[in-house]
């Protein structure tokens, strides 16, 4: 049945900040049949019609994540990132199993979608039980499975040609997609990621890696081919097709101009980066280069939330401190990083903005509250959601045009016994 939205106003989700208020979004077959001024709105007979209060924006896009993690939230405290994988991450995830990473995803993607992540780019193991999970509550992902040679995994070659395969067998509803996630050049043999890139590239696969997360990591590299790691990459033909980098803090303009020239994406997670003090990305710089970018929780273990709206605040914050500017980064640019530009920056044309032919993804915030208030202008809307909104203030979530989370719960998990579930397991984890 189509389906007719009323709202206090519609957030577009584009970099120019356009939000219509007194708004009118209709629904066919998924996907946004119209948009605009409720005067100028279309009949609707036949139409299911849904009247909302508050303020409908796009289903948020999180451009790097690895949500199952959440088995792990706060372990680690206080250690750098080299001390965290080794003493605390690396050994607990030896001890996974299939179950524990679906469950721990189902728990996690309930959440992203309570606060209004409809997508999340997904770099963990198991692949397969993380579309399971996804399927279960309803969200998006896109899955890049990992490539890492870890004790007990199999030879690089063979995880390559695995996840290629599983790739192919991916829908092609727009649900689930499948890419290829070879972790790191400081983690992964320079020939492996020249095939996974090469793979990716054929297969219109999406790469994702994580880059100069680190001051450090690119130090033995570096001494064994006097190149940084993105003109290392770059060198070896990694680059080209659709790659998405991680972090990308320690890049120089010489840096900069290589993901320039090979249009590299980049996933920007200023929490992360900032809990474990590594840094902080240098987003005025790529976005005046034209380079495409979106916002990333990263893992709950290192975040340790999945509140993108909180990252949508942190980024606005730390670019303007960086750049002694108070319009360093815009409120309608940082929204914007967590909805149509992190869509551009995975490729997926097909989601991140409230326009006709769009996935109808939405996210109903509530702006009954003291904190949308005052609103003389349209563009006082997009303020109050990047300063003082948050993830706690979404209040509906349409996947689809399919509702998954009502009232703040989802409507097709239960969300108290995985809390339970994912306490007892990651207690198991941590015991050994």
Known sequence: MPQRFTARAVVVGDRAGTVIPAAVLDVADGRIAWVGPAAEAPPAAGAEVVELPGVLAPGLVNAHSHAPMVLFRGQGEGLPLDRWLREVMWPREARLTPEDVEVAMTAAS?????????TSVEMYFHP???AAAVRATGARAVIATPLLPLPGMPPMEQQLREAVALAASGPDD??????????????????VLREAAAAAREHGLLLHLHVAETATEGDDLFAAHGLSV??????HDVLGGRVLAAHCVHMDDGDLAVWQEHDVAVAHCPASNAKLASGIAPLRAMLDRGIRVGLGTDGPASNDGLDLFADVRLAASLARLVGASATALTAPEALWLATGGA???????DLGQLVAGRRADLVHV??????FEPVLSPADLT???????????VRDVWVGGAQVVRDGASTRVDVEALRADVAARAARLAAG
């Open 366 to 371: 509530d702006t009954r509250d003291l904190v």
């Open 383 to 393: 303020a109050h959601l990047v300063w003082s909104g948050g993830g706690r203030y």
């Open 128 to 130: 397969e039980r993380i």
């Open 230 to 235: 993105p003109v290392l990459l770059a060198a």
């Open 174 to 191: 727009g649900t689930i997609e499948y890419g290829l996630g070879p972790h790191a050049a400081y983690t992964v043999p320079l020939p």
């Open 343 to 349: 869509a551009d920056a995975i490729d997926r044309p």
């Open 110 to 118: 309930a959440e992203l979608l309570a606060n209004g992540v409809t």
